[in-house]
Nanobody, 122 residues
Framework: QVQLVESGGGLVEAGGSLRLSCAASGRDFSTLSIGWFRQAPGKERIFVAG?????????ADLDSAPGRFTVSRDNAKNTMYLLMSNLKPEDTAVHYCAVVNPYSWRETTDSWGQGTRVTVSS
């Protein structure tokens, strides 16, 4: 069983950047595909980006997210990152990470952590 803890959120002005971290403990992190999800107020949680054990990445089409967001991993630190640049107010949400199926990018758990809150002011 792997445990994931998100951090790095905060308040930032539009156009700014944040780097979120997802720290893992438990199972061999390097073998896992991990995804970032976000849930905006009053909306469902959606997939944002993910990275396979192989390093292959995928991004949702969220206001040019593939150009604004970069997902990466450091297996030596058991940590995955989401660098978000040129942030927009519509990126305001609680962000979560989770183990995902490497082909569907759907989460493989129904138990979510506390997430990390990102607030973008206009």
């Amino acid at each position: 069983q792997v445990q994931l803890v998100e951090s790095g959120g905060g308040l930032v002005e539009a156009g700014g950047s944040l780097r979120l971290s997802c720290a893992a403990s438990g199972r061999d992190f390097s073998t896992l595909s991990i995804g970032w999800f976000r849930q905006a107020p009053g909306k469902e949680r959606i997939f944002v980006a993910g990275i396979r054990a192989s390093g292959v990445t995928a991004y949702a089409d969220l206001d040019s997210a593939p150009g604004r967001f970069t997902v990466s991993r450091d297996n030596a630190k058991n940590t995955m990152y989401l660098l978000m640049s040129n942030l927009k107010p519509e990126d305001t949400a609680v962000h979560y990470c989770a183990v995902v199926n490497p082909y569907s990018w759907r989460e493989t758990t129904d138990s979510w952590g506390q997430g990390t809150r990102v607030t973008v002011s206009s």
